[in-house]
């Protein structure tokens, strides 16, 4: 039907133009999934977002690959349904979070994720019409800032895991001398690892036949001192019924006053000393040693 302001058409006519423009763009991009595969690899190894080139191309093009199928499967309701957070976008949001956590691992710099995602952009937007184009960059700087994301966590936990594990090998649990086993706790340990820590104490001080157990707690960083209670419980739990005195050194008065109350619950004997070498000393006269001064000539 025509009036004198142009041509109309039923509503009927318009749902089928609209439904027919939103498979456009996912046909586009399965059509040309490899054109765009082969220019985003050209684009990855000259793009200037990237510094120290700590990789290549060919050790992501499958990652690509699936990533562009993943954005052609989204792409079935047009661009305009690929709102960053929506359900649509939620596979492509996945998989870019977990290529930055992969970036993360294998040494690579944020730069590499960056221009991974914004080569692939230009190249995506530089095959659909400008206003798919238009839509699909905003998506990609979502998508962009969702990887770099998984980057830095993957990247952070890596880092604590590191963490984790020198201070699990490398707190010193010794024997300062005979019978006087010591714990020098130093930094944040986990909950977990100051369990293994005093577990590992404990087993020497048995081991030993110590009467006395020194725990410095002056090394302790704040968050440290927060996880304490666990792991010193757990140690109080092991020890239950031992002989055993607990000598805490260099606690501040909180966690002390904590450590008082807990092996006071637990029925374990505790003293506080504030400097290591009083505790040493006091351990060693438990211990049968006799602690002389040489006297200066």
Known sequence: MADGWGA???GDAMET??????GELATELRARSS??????IVRFERSPLR???ATKAATHTAQVANLVETLTEAGLDGAVALVPGSDATRELERSSAFLGAQFASEGATCFDVAALLLELRDVVAGMVSAEDAAALTRLFEWLTVVALDGFSTAGLQSLREQTT??????TPIVELLPKVPALLLVGAPTPSVLDNLMSRAWMLAVGTGAPSLIIDCGGLATQGERNFERGF????AQAEGASLQVLIVGARRNLSELAA???TDAGLALQIFEHLDSAVAHALERAGHLLMRR???
């Open 51 to 53: 510094f120290r080139r």
């Open 165 to 170: 594990e020198q201070l699990e090998a490398g």
């Open 17 to 22: 133009v609209r439904e027919a423009k939103k």
């Open 8 to 10: 109309c058409y039923g």
């Open 35 to 40: 054109e765009i595969l082969a220019a985003w």
């Open 233 to 236: 419980r757990g140690f109080l």
């Open 295 to 297: 006297s200066e000539r």
């Open 261 to 263: 109350k807990l092996a």
